[in-house]
């Protein structure tokens, strides 16, 4: 980015002008018109409607439950508080912006991932710094997020997806749930990396603590994997995610419900490498809605 910057200096000072101004100002209004809302803009709406809607359940999670998990599905009035990127730092401190709308919740859905211990990302920062509060942002180095963003928007790479990316365009429902669309790769993945980051491992922890004191029954879902997602992690990894799980549910107020290896999804009912369609991810909701009316007629 500095090169770039640099080079265009030297190329004249009002085409770096012009530059800069059309990447601040035209190009995230074109962005938005061919891909839809913007990641700041998703933000804002998604903790809007989780201020002003009614619901006792709470979907927690990264991206693959964002789009994967329709609350319209559920029995309990549910909301859809996910988003891309999130762990369990970004949506401990969810439940505490819930908490402090006067919202009672009585259960959550927490989504799990076999790489999510390992993610801790400051890429949303310019957005959640101004809902979760300077506790949150205290686990991060010092940054002015805001000015970064901007400094983002000049990445020539936005002009590159301007241009030559041609994703479906994408939208939000009222009822906090991303639609994703797309068609999938049956070679492309991406890299994943399995790693525990203790900070992670804690918020996990502090989520279910939290539910615990608040009487509120926690369903761990993992979603469906395809078959060249799951083979990224070895047996050993596995192994050391199960243990954090089978550590953490008692099968009372803490569930798991596991759809990773499920037979009922294969690479047709995903838009990429590993988020589900819209029909799975109707599927899926229905398909937790089961389980967690199961264990309330034990």
Same mark, same amino acid.
């Given at each position: 980015?500095?090169?770039?910057?640099?080079?265009?200096?030297?190329?004249?000072?009002? =085409?770096?002008?012009?530059?800069?101004?059309?990447?601040?100002?035209?190009? =995230?209004?074109?962005?938005?018109?061919?891909?839809?809302?913007?990641?700041?803009?998703?933000?804002?709406?998604?903790?809007?409607?989780?201020?002003?809607?009614?619901?006792?359940?709470?979907?927690?999670?990264?991206?693959?439950?964002?789009?994967?998990?329709?609350? +319209?599905?559920?029995?309990?009035?549910?909301?859809?508080?996910?988003?891309?990127?999130?762990?369990?730092?970004?949506? @401990?401190?969810?439940?505490?912006?819930? $908490?402090?709308?006067?919202?009672? /919740?009585?259960? /959550?859905? #927490?989504?799990?991932?076999?790489?999510?211990?390992?993610?801790?990302?400051?890429?949303?920062?310019?957005? @959640?710094?101004?809902?979760?509060?300077?506790? @949150?942002?205290?686990?991060?180095?010092?940054?002015?997020?805001?000015?970064?963003?901007? /400094?983002? #928007?000049?990445?020539?790479?936005?002009?590159?997806?301007?241009?030559?990316? +041609?994703?479906?365009?994408?939208?939000?429902?009222?009822?906090?749930?991303?639609?994703?669309?797309?068609? =999938?790769?049956?070679?492309?993945?991406?890299?994943?990396?399995?790693?525990?980051?203790?900070?992670?491992?804690?918020?996990?922890?502090?989520?279910?603590?939290?539910?615990?004191?608040?009487?509120?029954?926690?369903?761990? !879902?993992?979603? =469906?994997?395809?078959?060249?997602? @799951?083979?990224?992690?070895?047996?050993?990894?596995?192994?050391?995610?199960? $243990?954090?799980?089978?550590?953490? /549910?008692?099968?009372?107020?803490?569930?798991?419900?596991?759809?990773?290896?499920?037979?009922?999804?294969?690479?047709?009912?995903?838009?990429?490498?590993?988020?589900?369609?819209?029909?799975?991810?109707?599927?899926?909701?229905? !398909?937790?809605?089961?389980?967690?009316?199961?264990?309330?007629?034990?």
């Amino acid at each position: 980015m500095k090169e770039f910057i640099i080079k265009t200096i030297k190329f004249g000072i009002v =085409p770096a002008i012009f530059y800069v101004l059309f990447c601040l100002f035209a190009v =995230p209004k074109l962005l938005e018109a061919k891909m839809g809302p913007n990641i700041q803009q998703q933000l804002q709406f998604s903790f809007q409607k989780a201020k002003e809607r009614e619901y006792q359940q709470l979907v927690l999670g990264n991206s693959r439950m964002f789009c994967g998990v329709n609350p +319209d599905l559920f029995s309990t009035k549910t909301f859809n508080f996910s988003h891309n990127n999130d762990s369990y730092n970004q949506l @401990y401190y969810k439940l505490l912006y819930v $908490e402090k709308q006067g919202k009672k /919740v009585n259960s /959550v859905v #927490l989504g799990v991932d076999y790489f999510q211990f390992g993610i801790f990302s400051d890429t949303r920062n310019y957005v @959640y710094g101004d809902f979760l509060g300077t506790d @949150y942002l205290k686990d991060y180095k010092p940054k002015n997020y805001k000015i970064w963003y901007y /400094v983002d #928007l000049l990445h020539p790479s936005k002009i590159r997806k301007l241009i030559f990316d +041609d994703k479906e365009k994408h939208g939000l429902k009222e009822n906090g749930q991303y639609i994703r669309l797309g068609t =999938p790769e049956k070679e492309g993945f991406e890299k994943r990396e399995f790693k525990i980051d203790e900070r992670q491992l804690m918020y996990f922890n502090k989520i279910l603590q939290y539910c615990k004191e608040k009487s509120i029954t926690v369903y761990l !879902a993992m979603p =469906p994997l395809r078959d060249v997602e @799951y083979k990224l992690y070895t047996k050993n990894e596995l192994e050391q995610f199960d $243990e954090i799980i089978q550590n953490a /549910v008692d099968n009372k107020t803490v569930f798991f419900f596991d759809f990773s290896r499920s037979p009922d999804y294969n690479v047709n009912d995903f838009i990429d490498f590993t988020h589900l369609n819209q029909i799975a991810a109707d599927r899926f909701s229905k !398909a937790v809605n089961e389980l967690i009316n199961q264990t309330k007629n034990k």
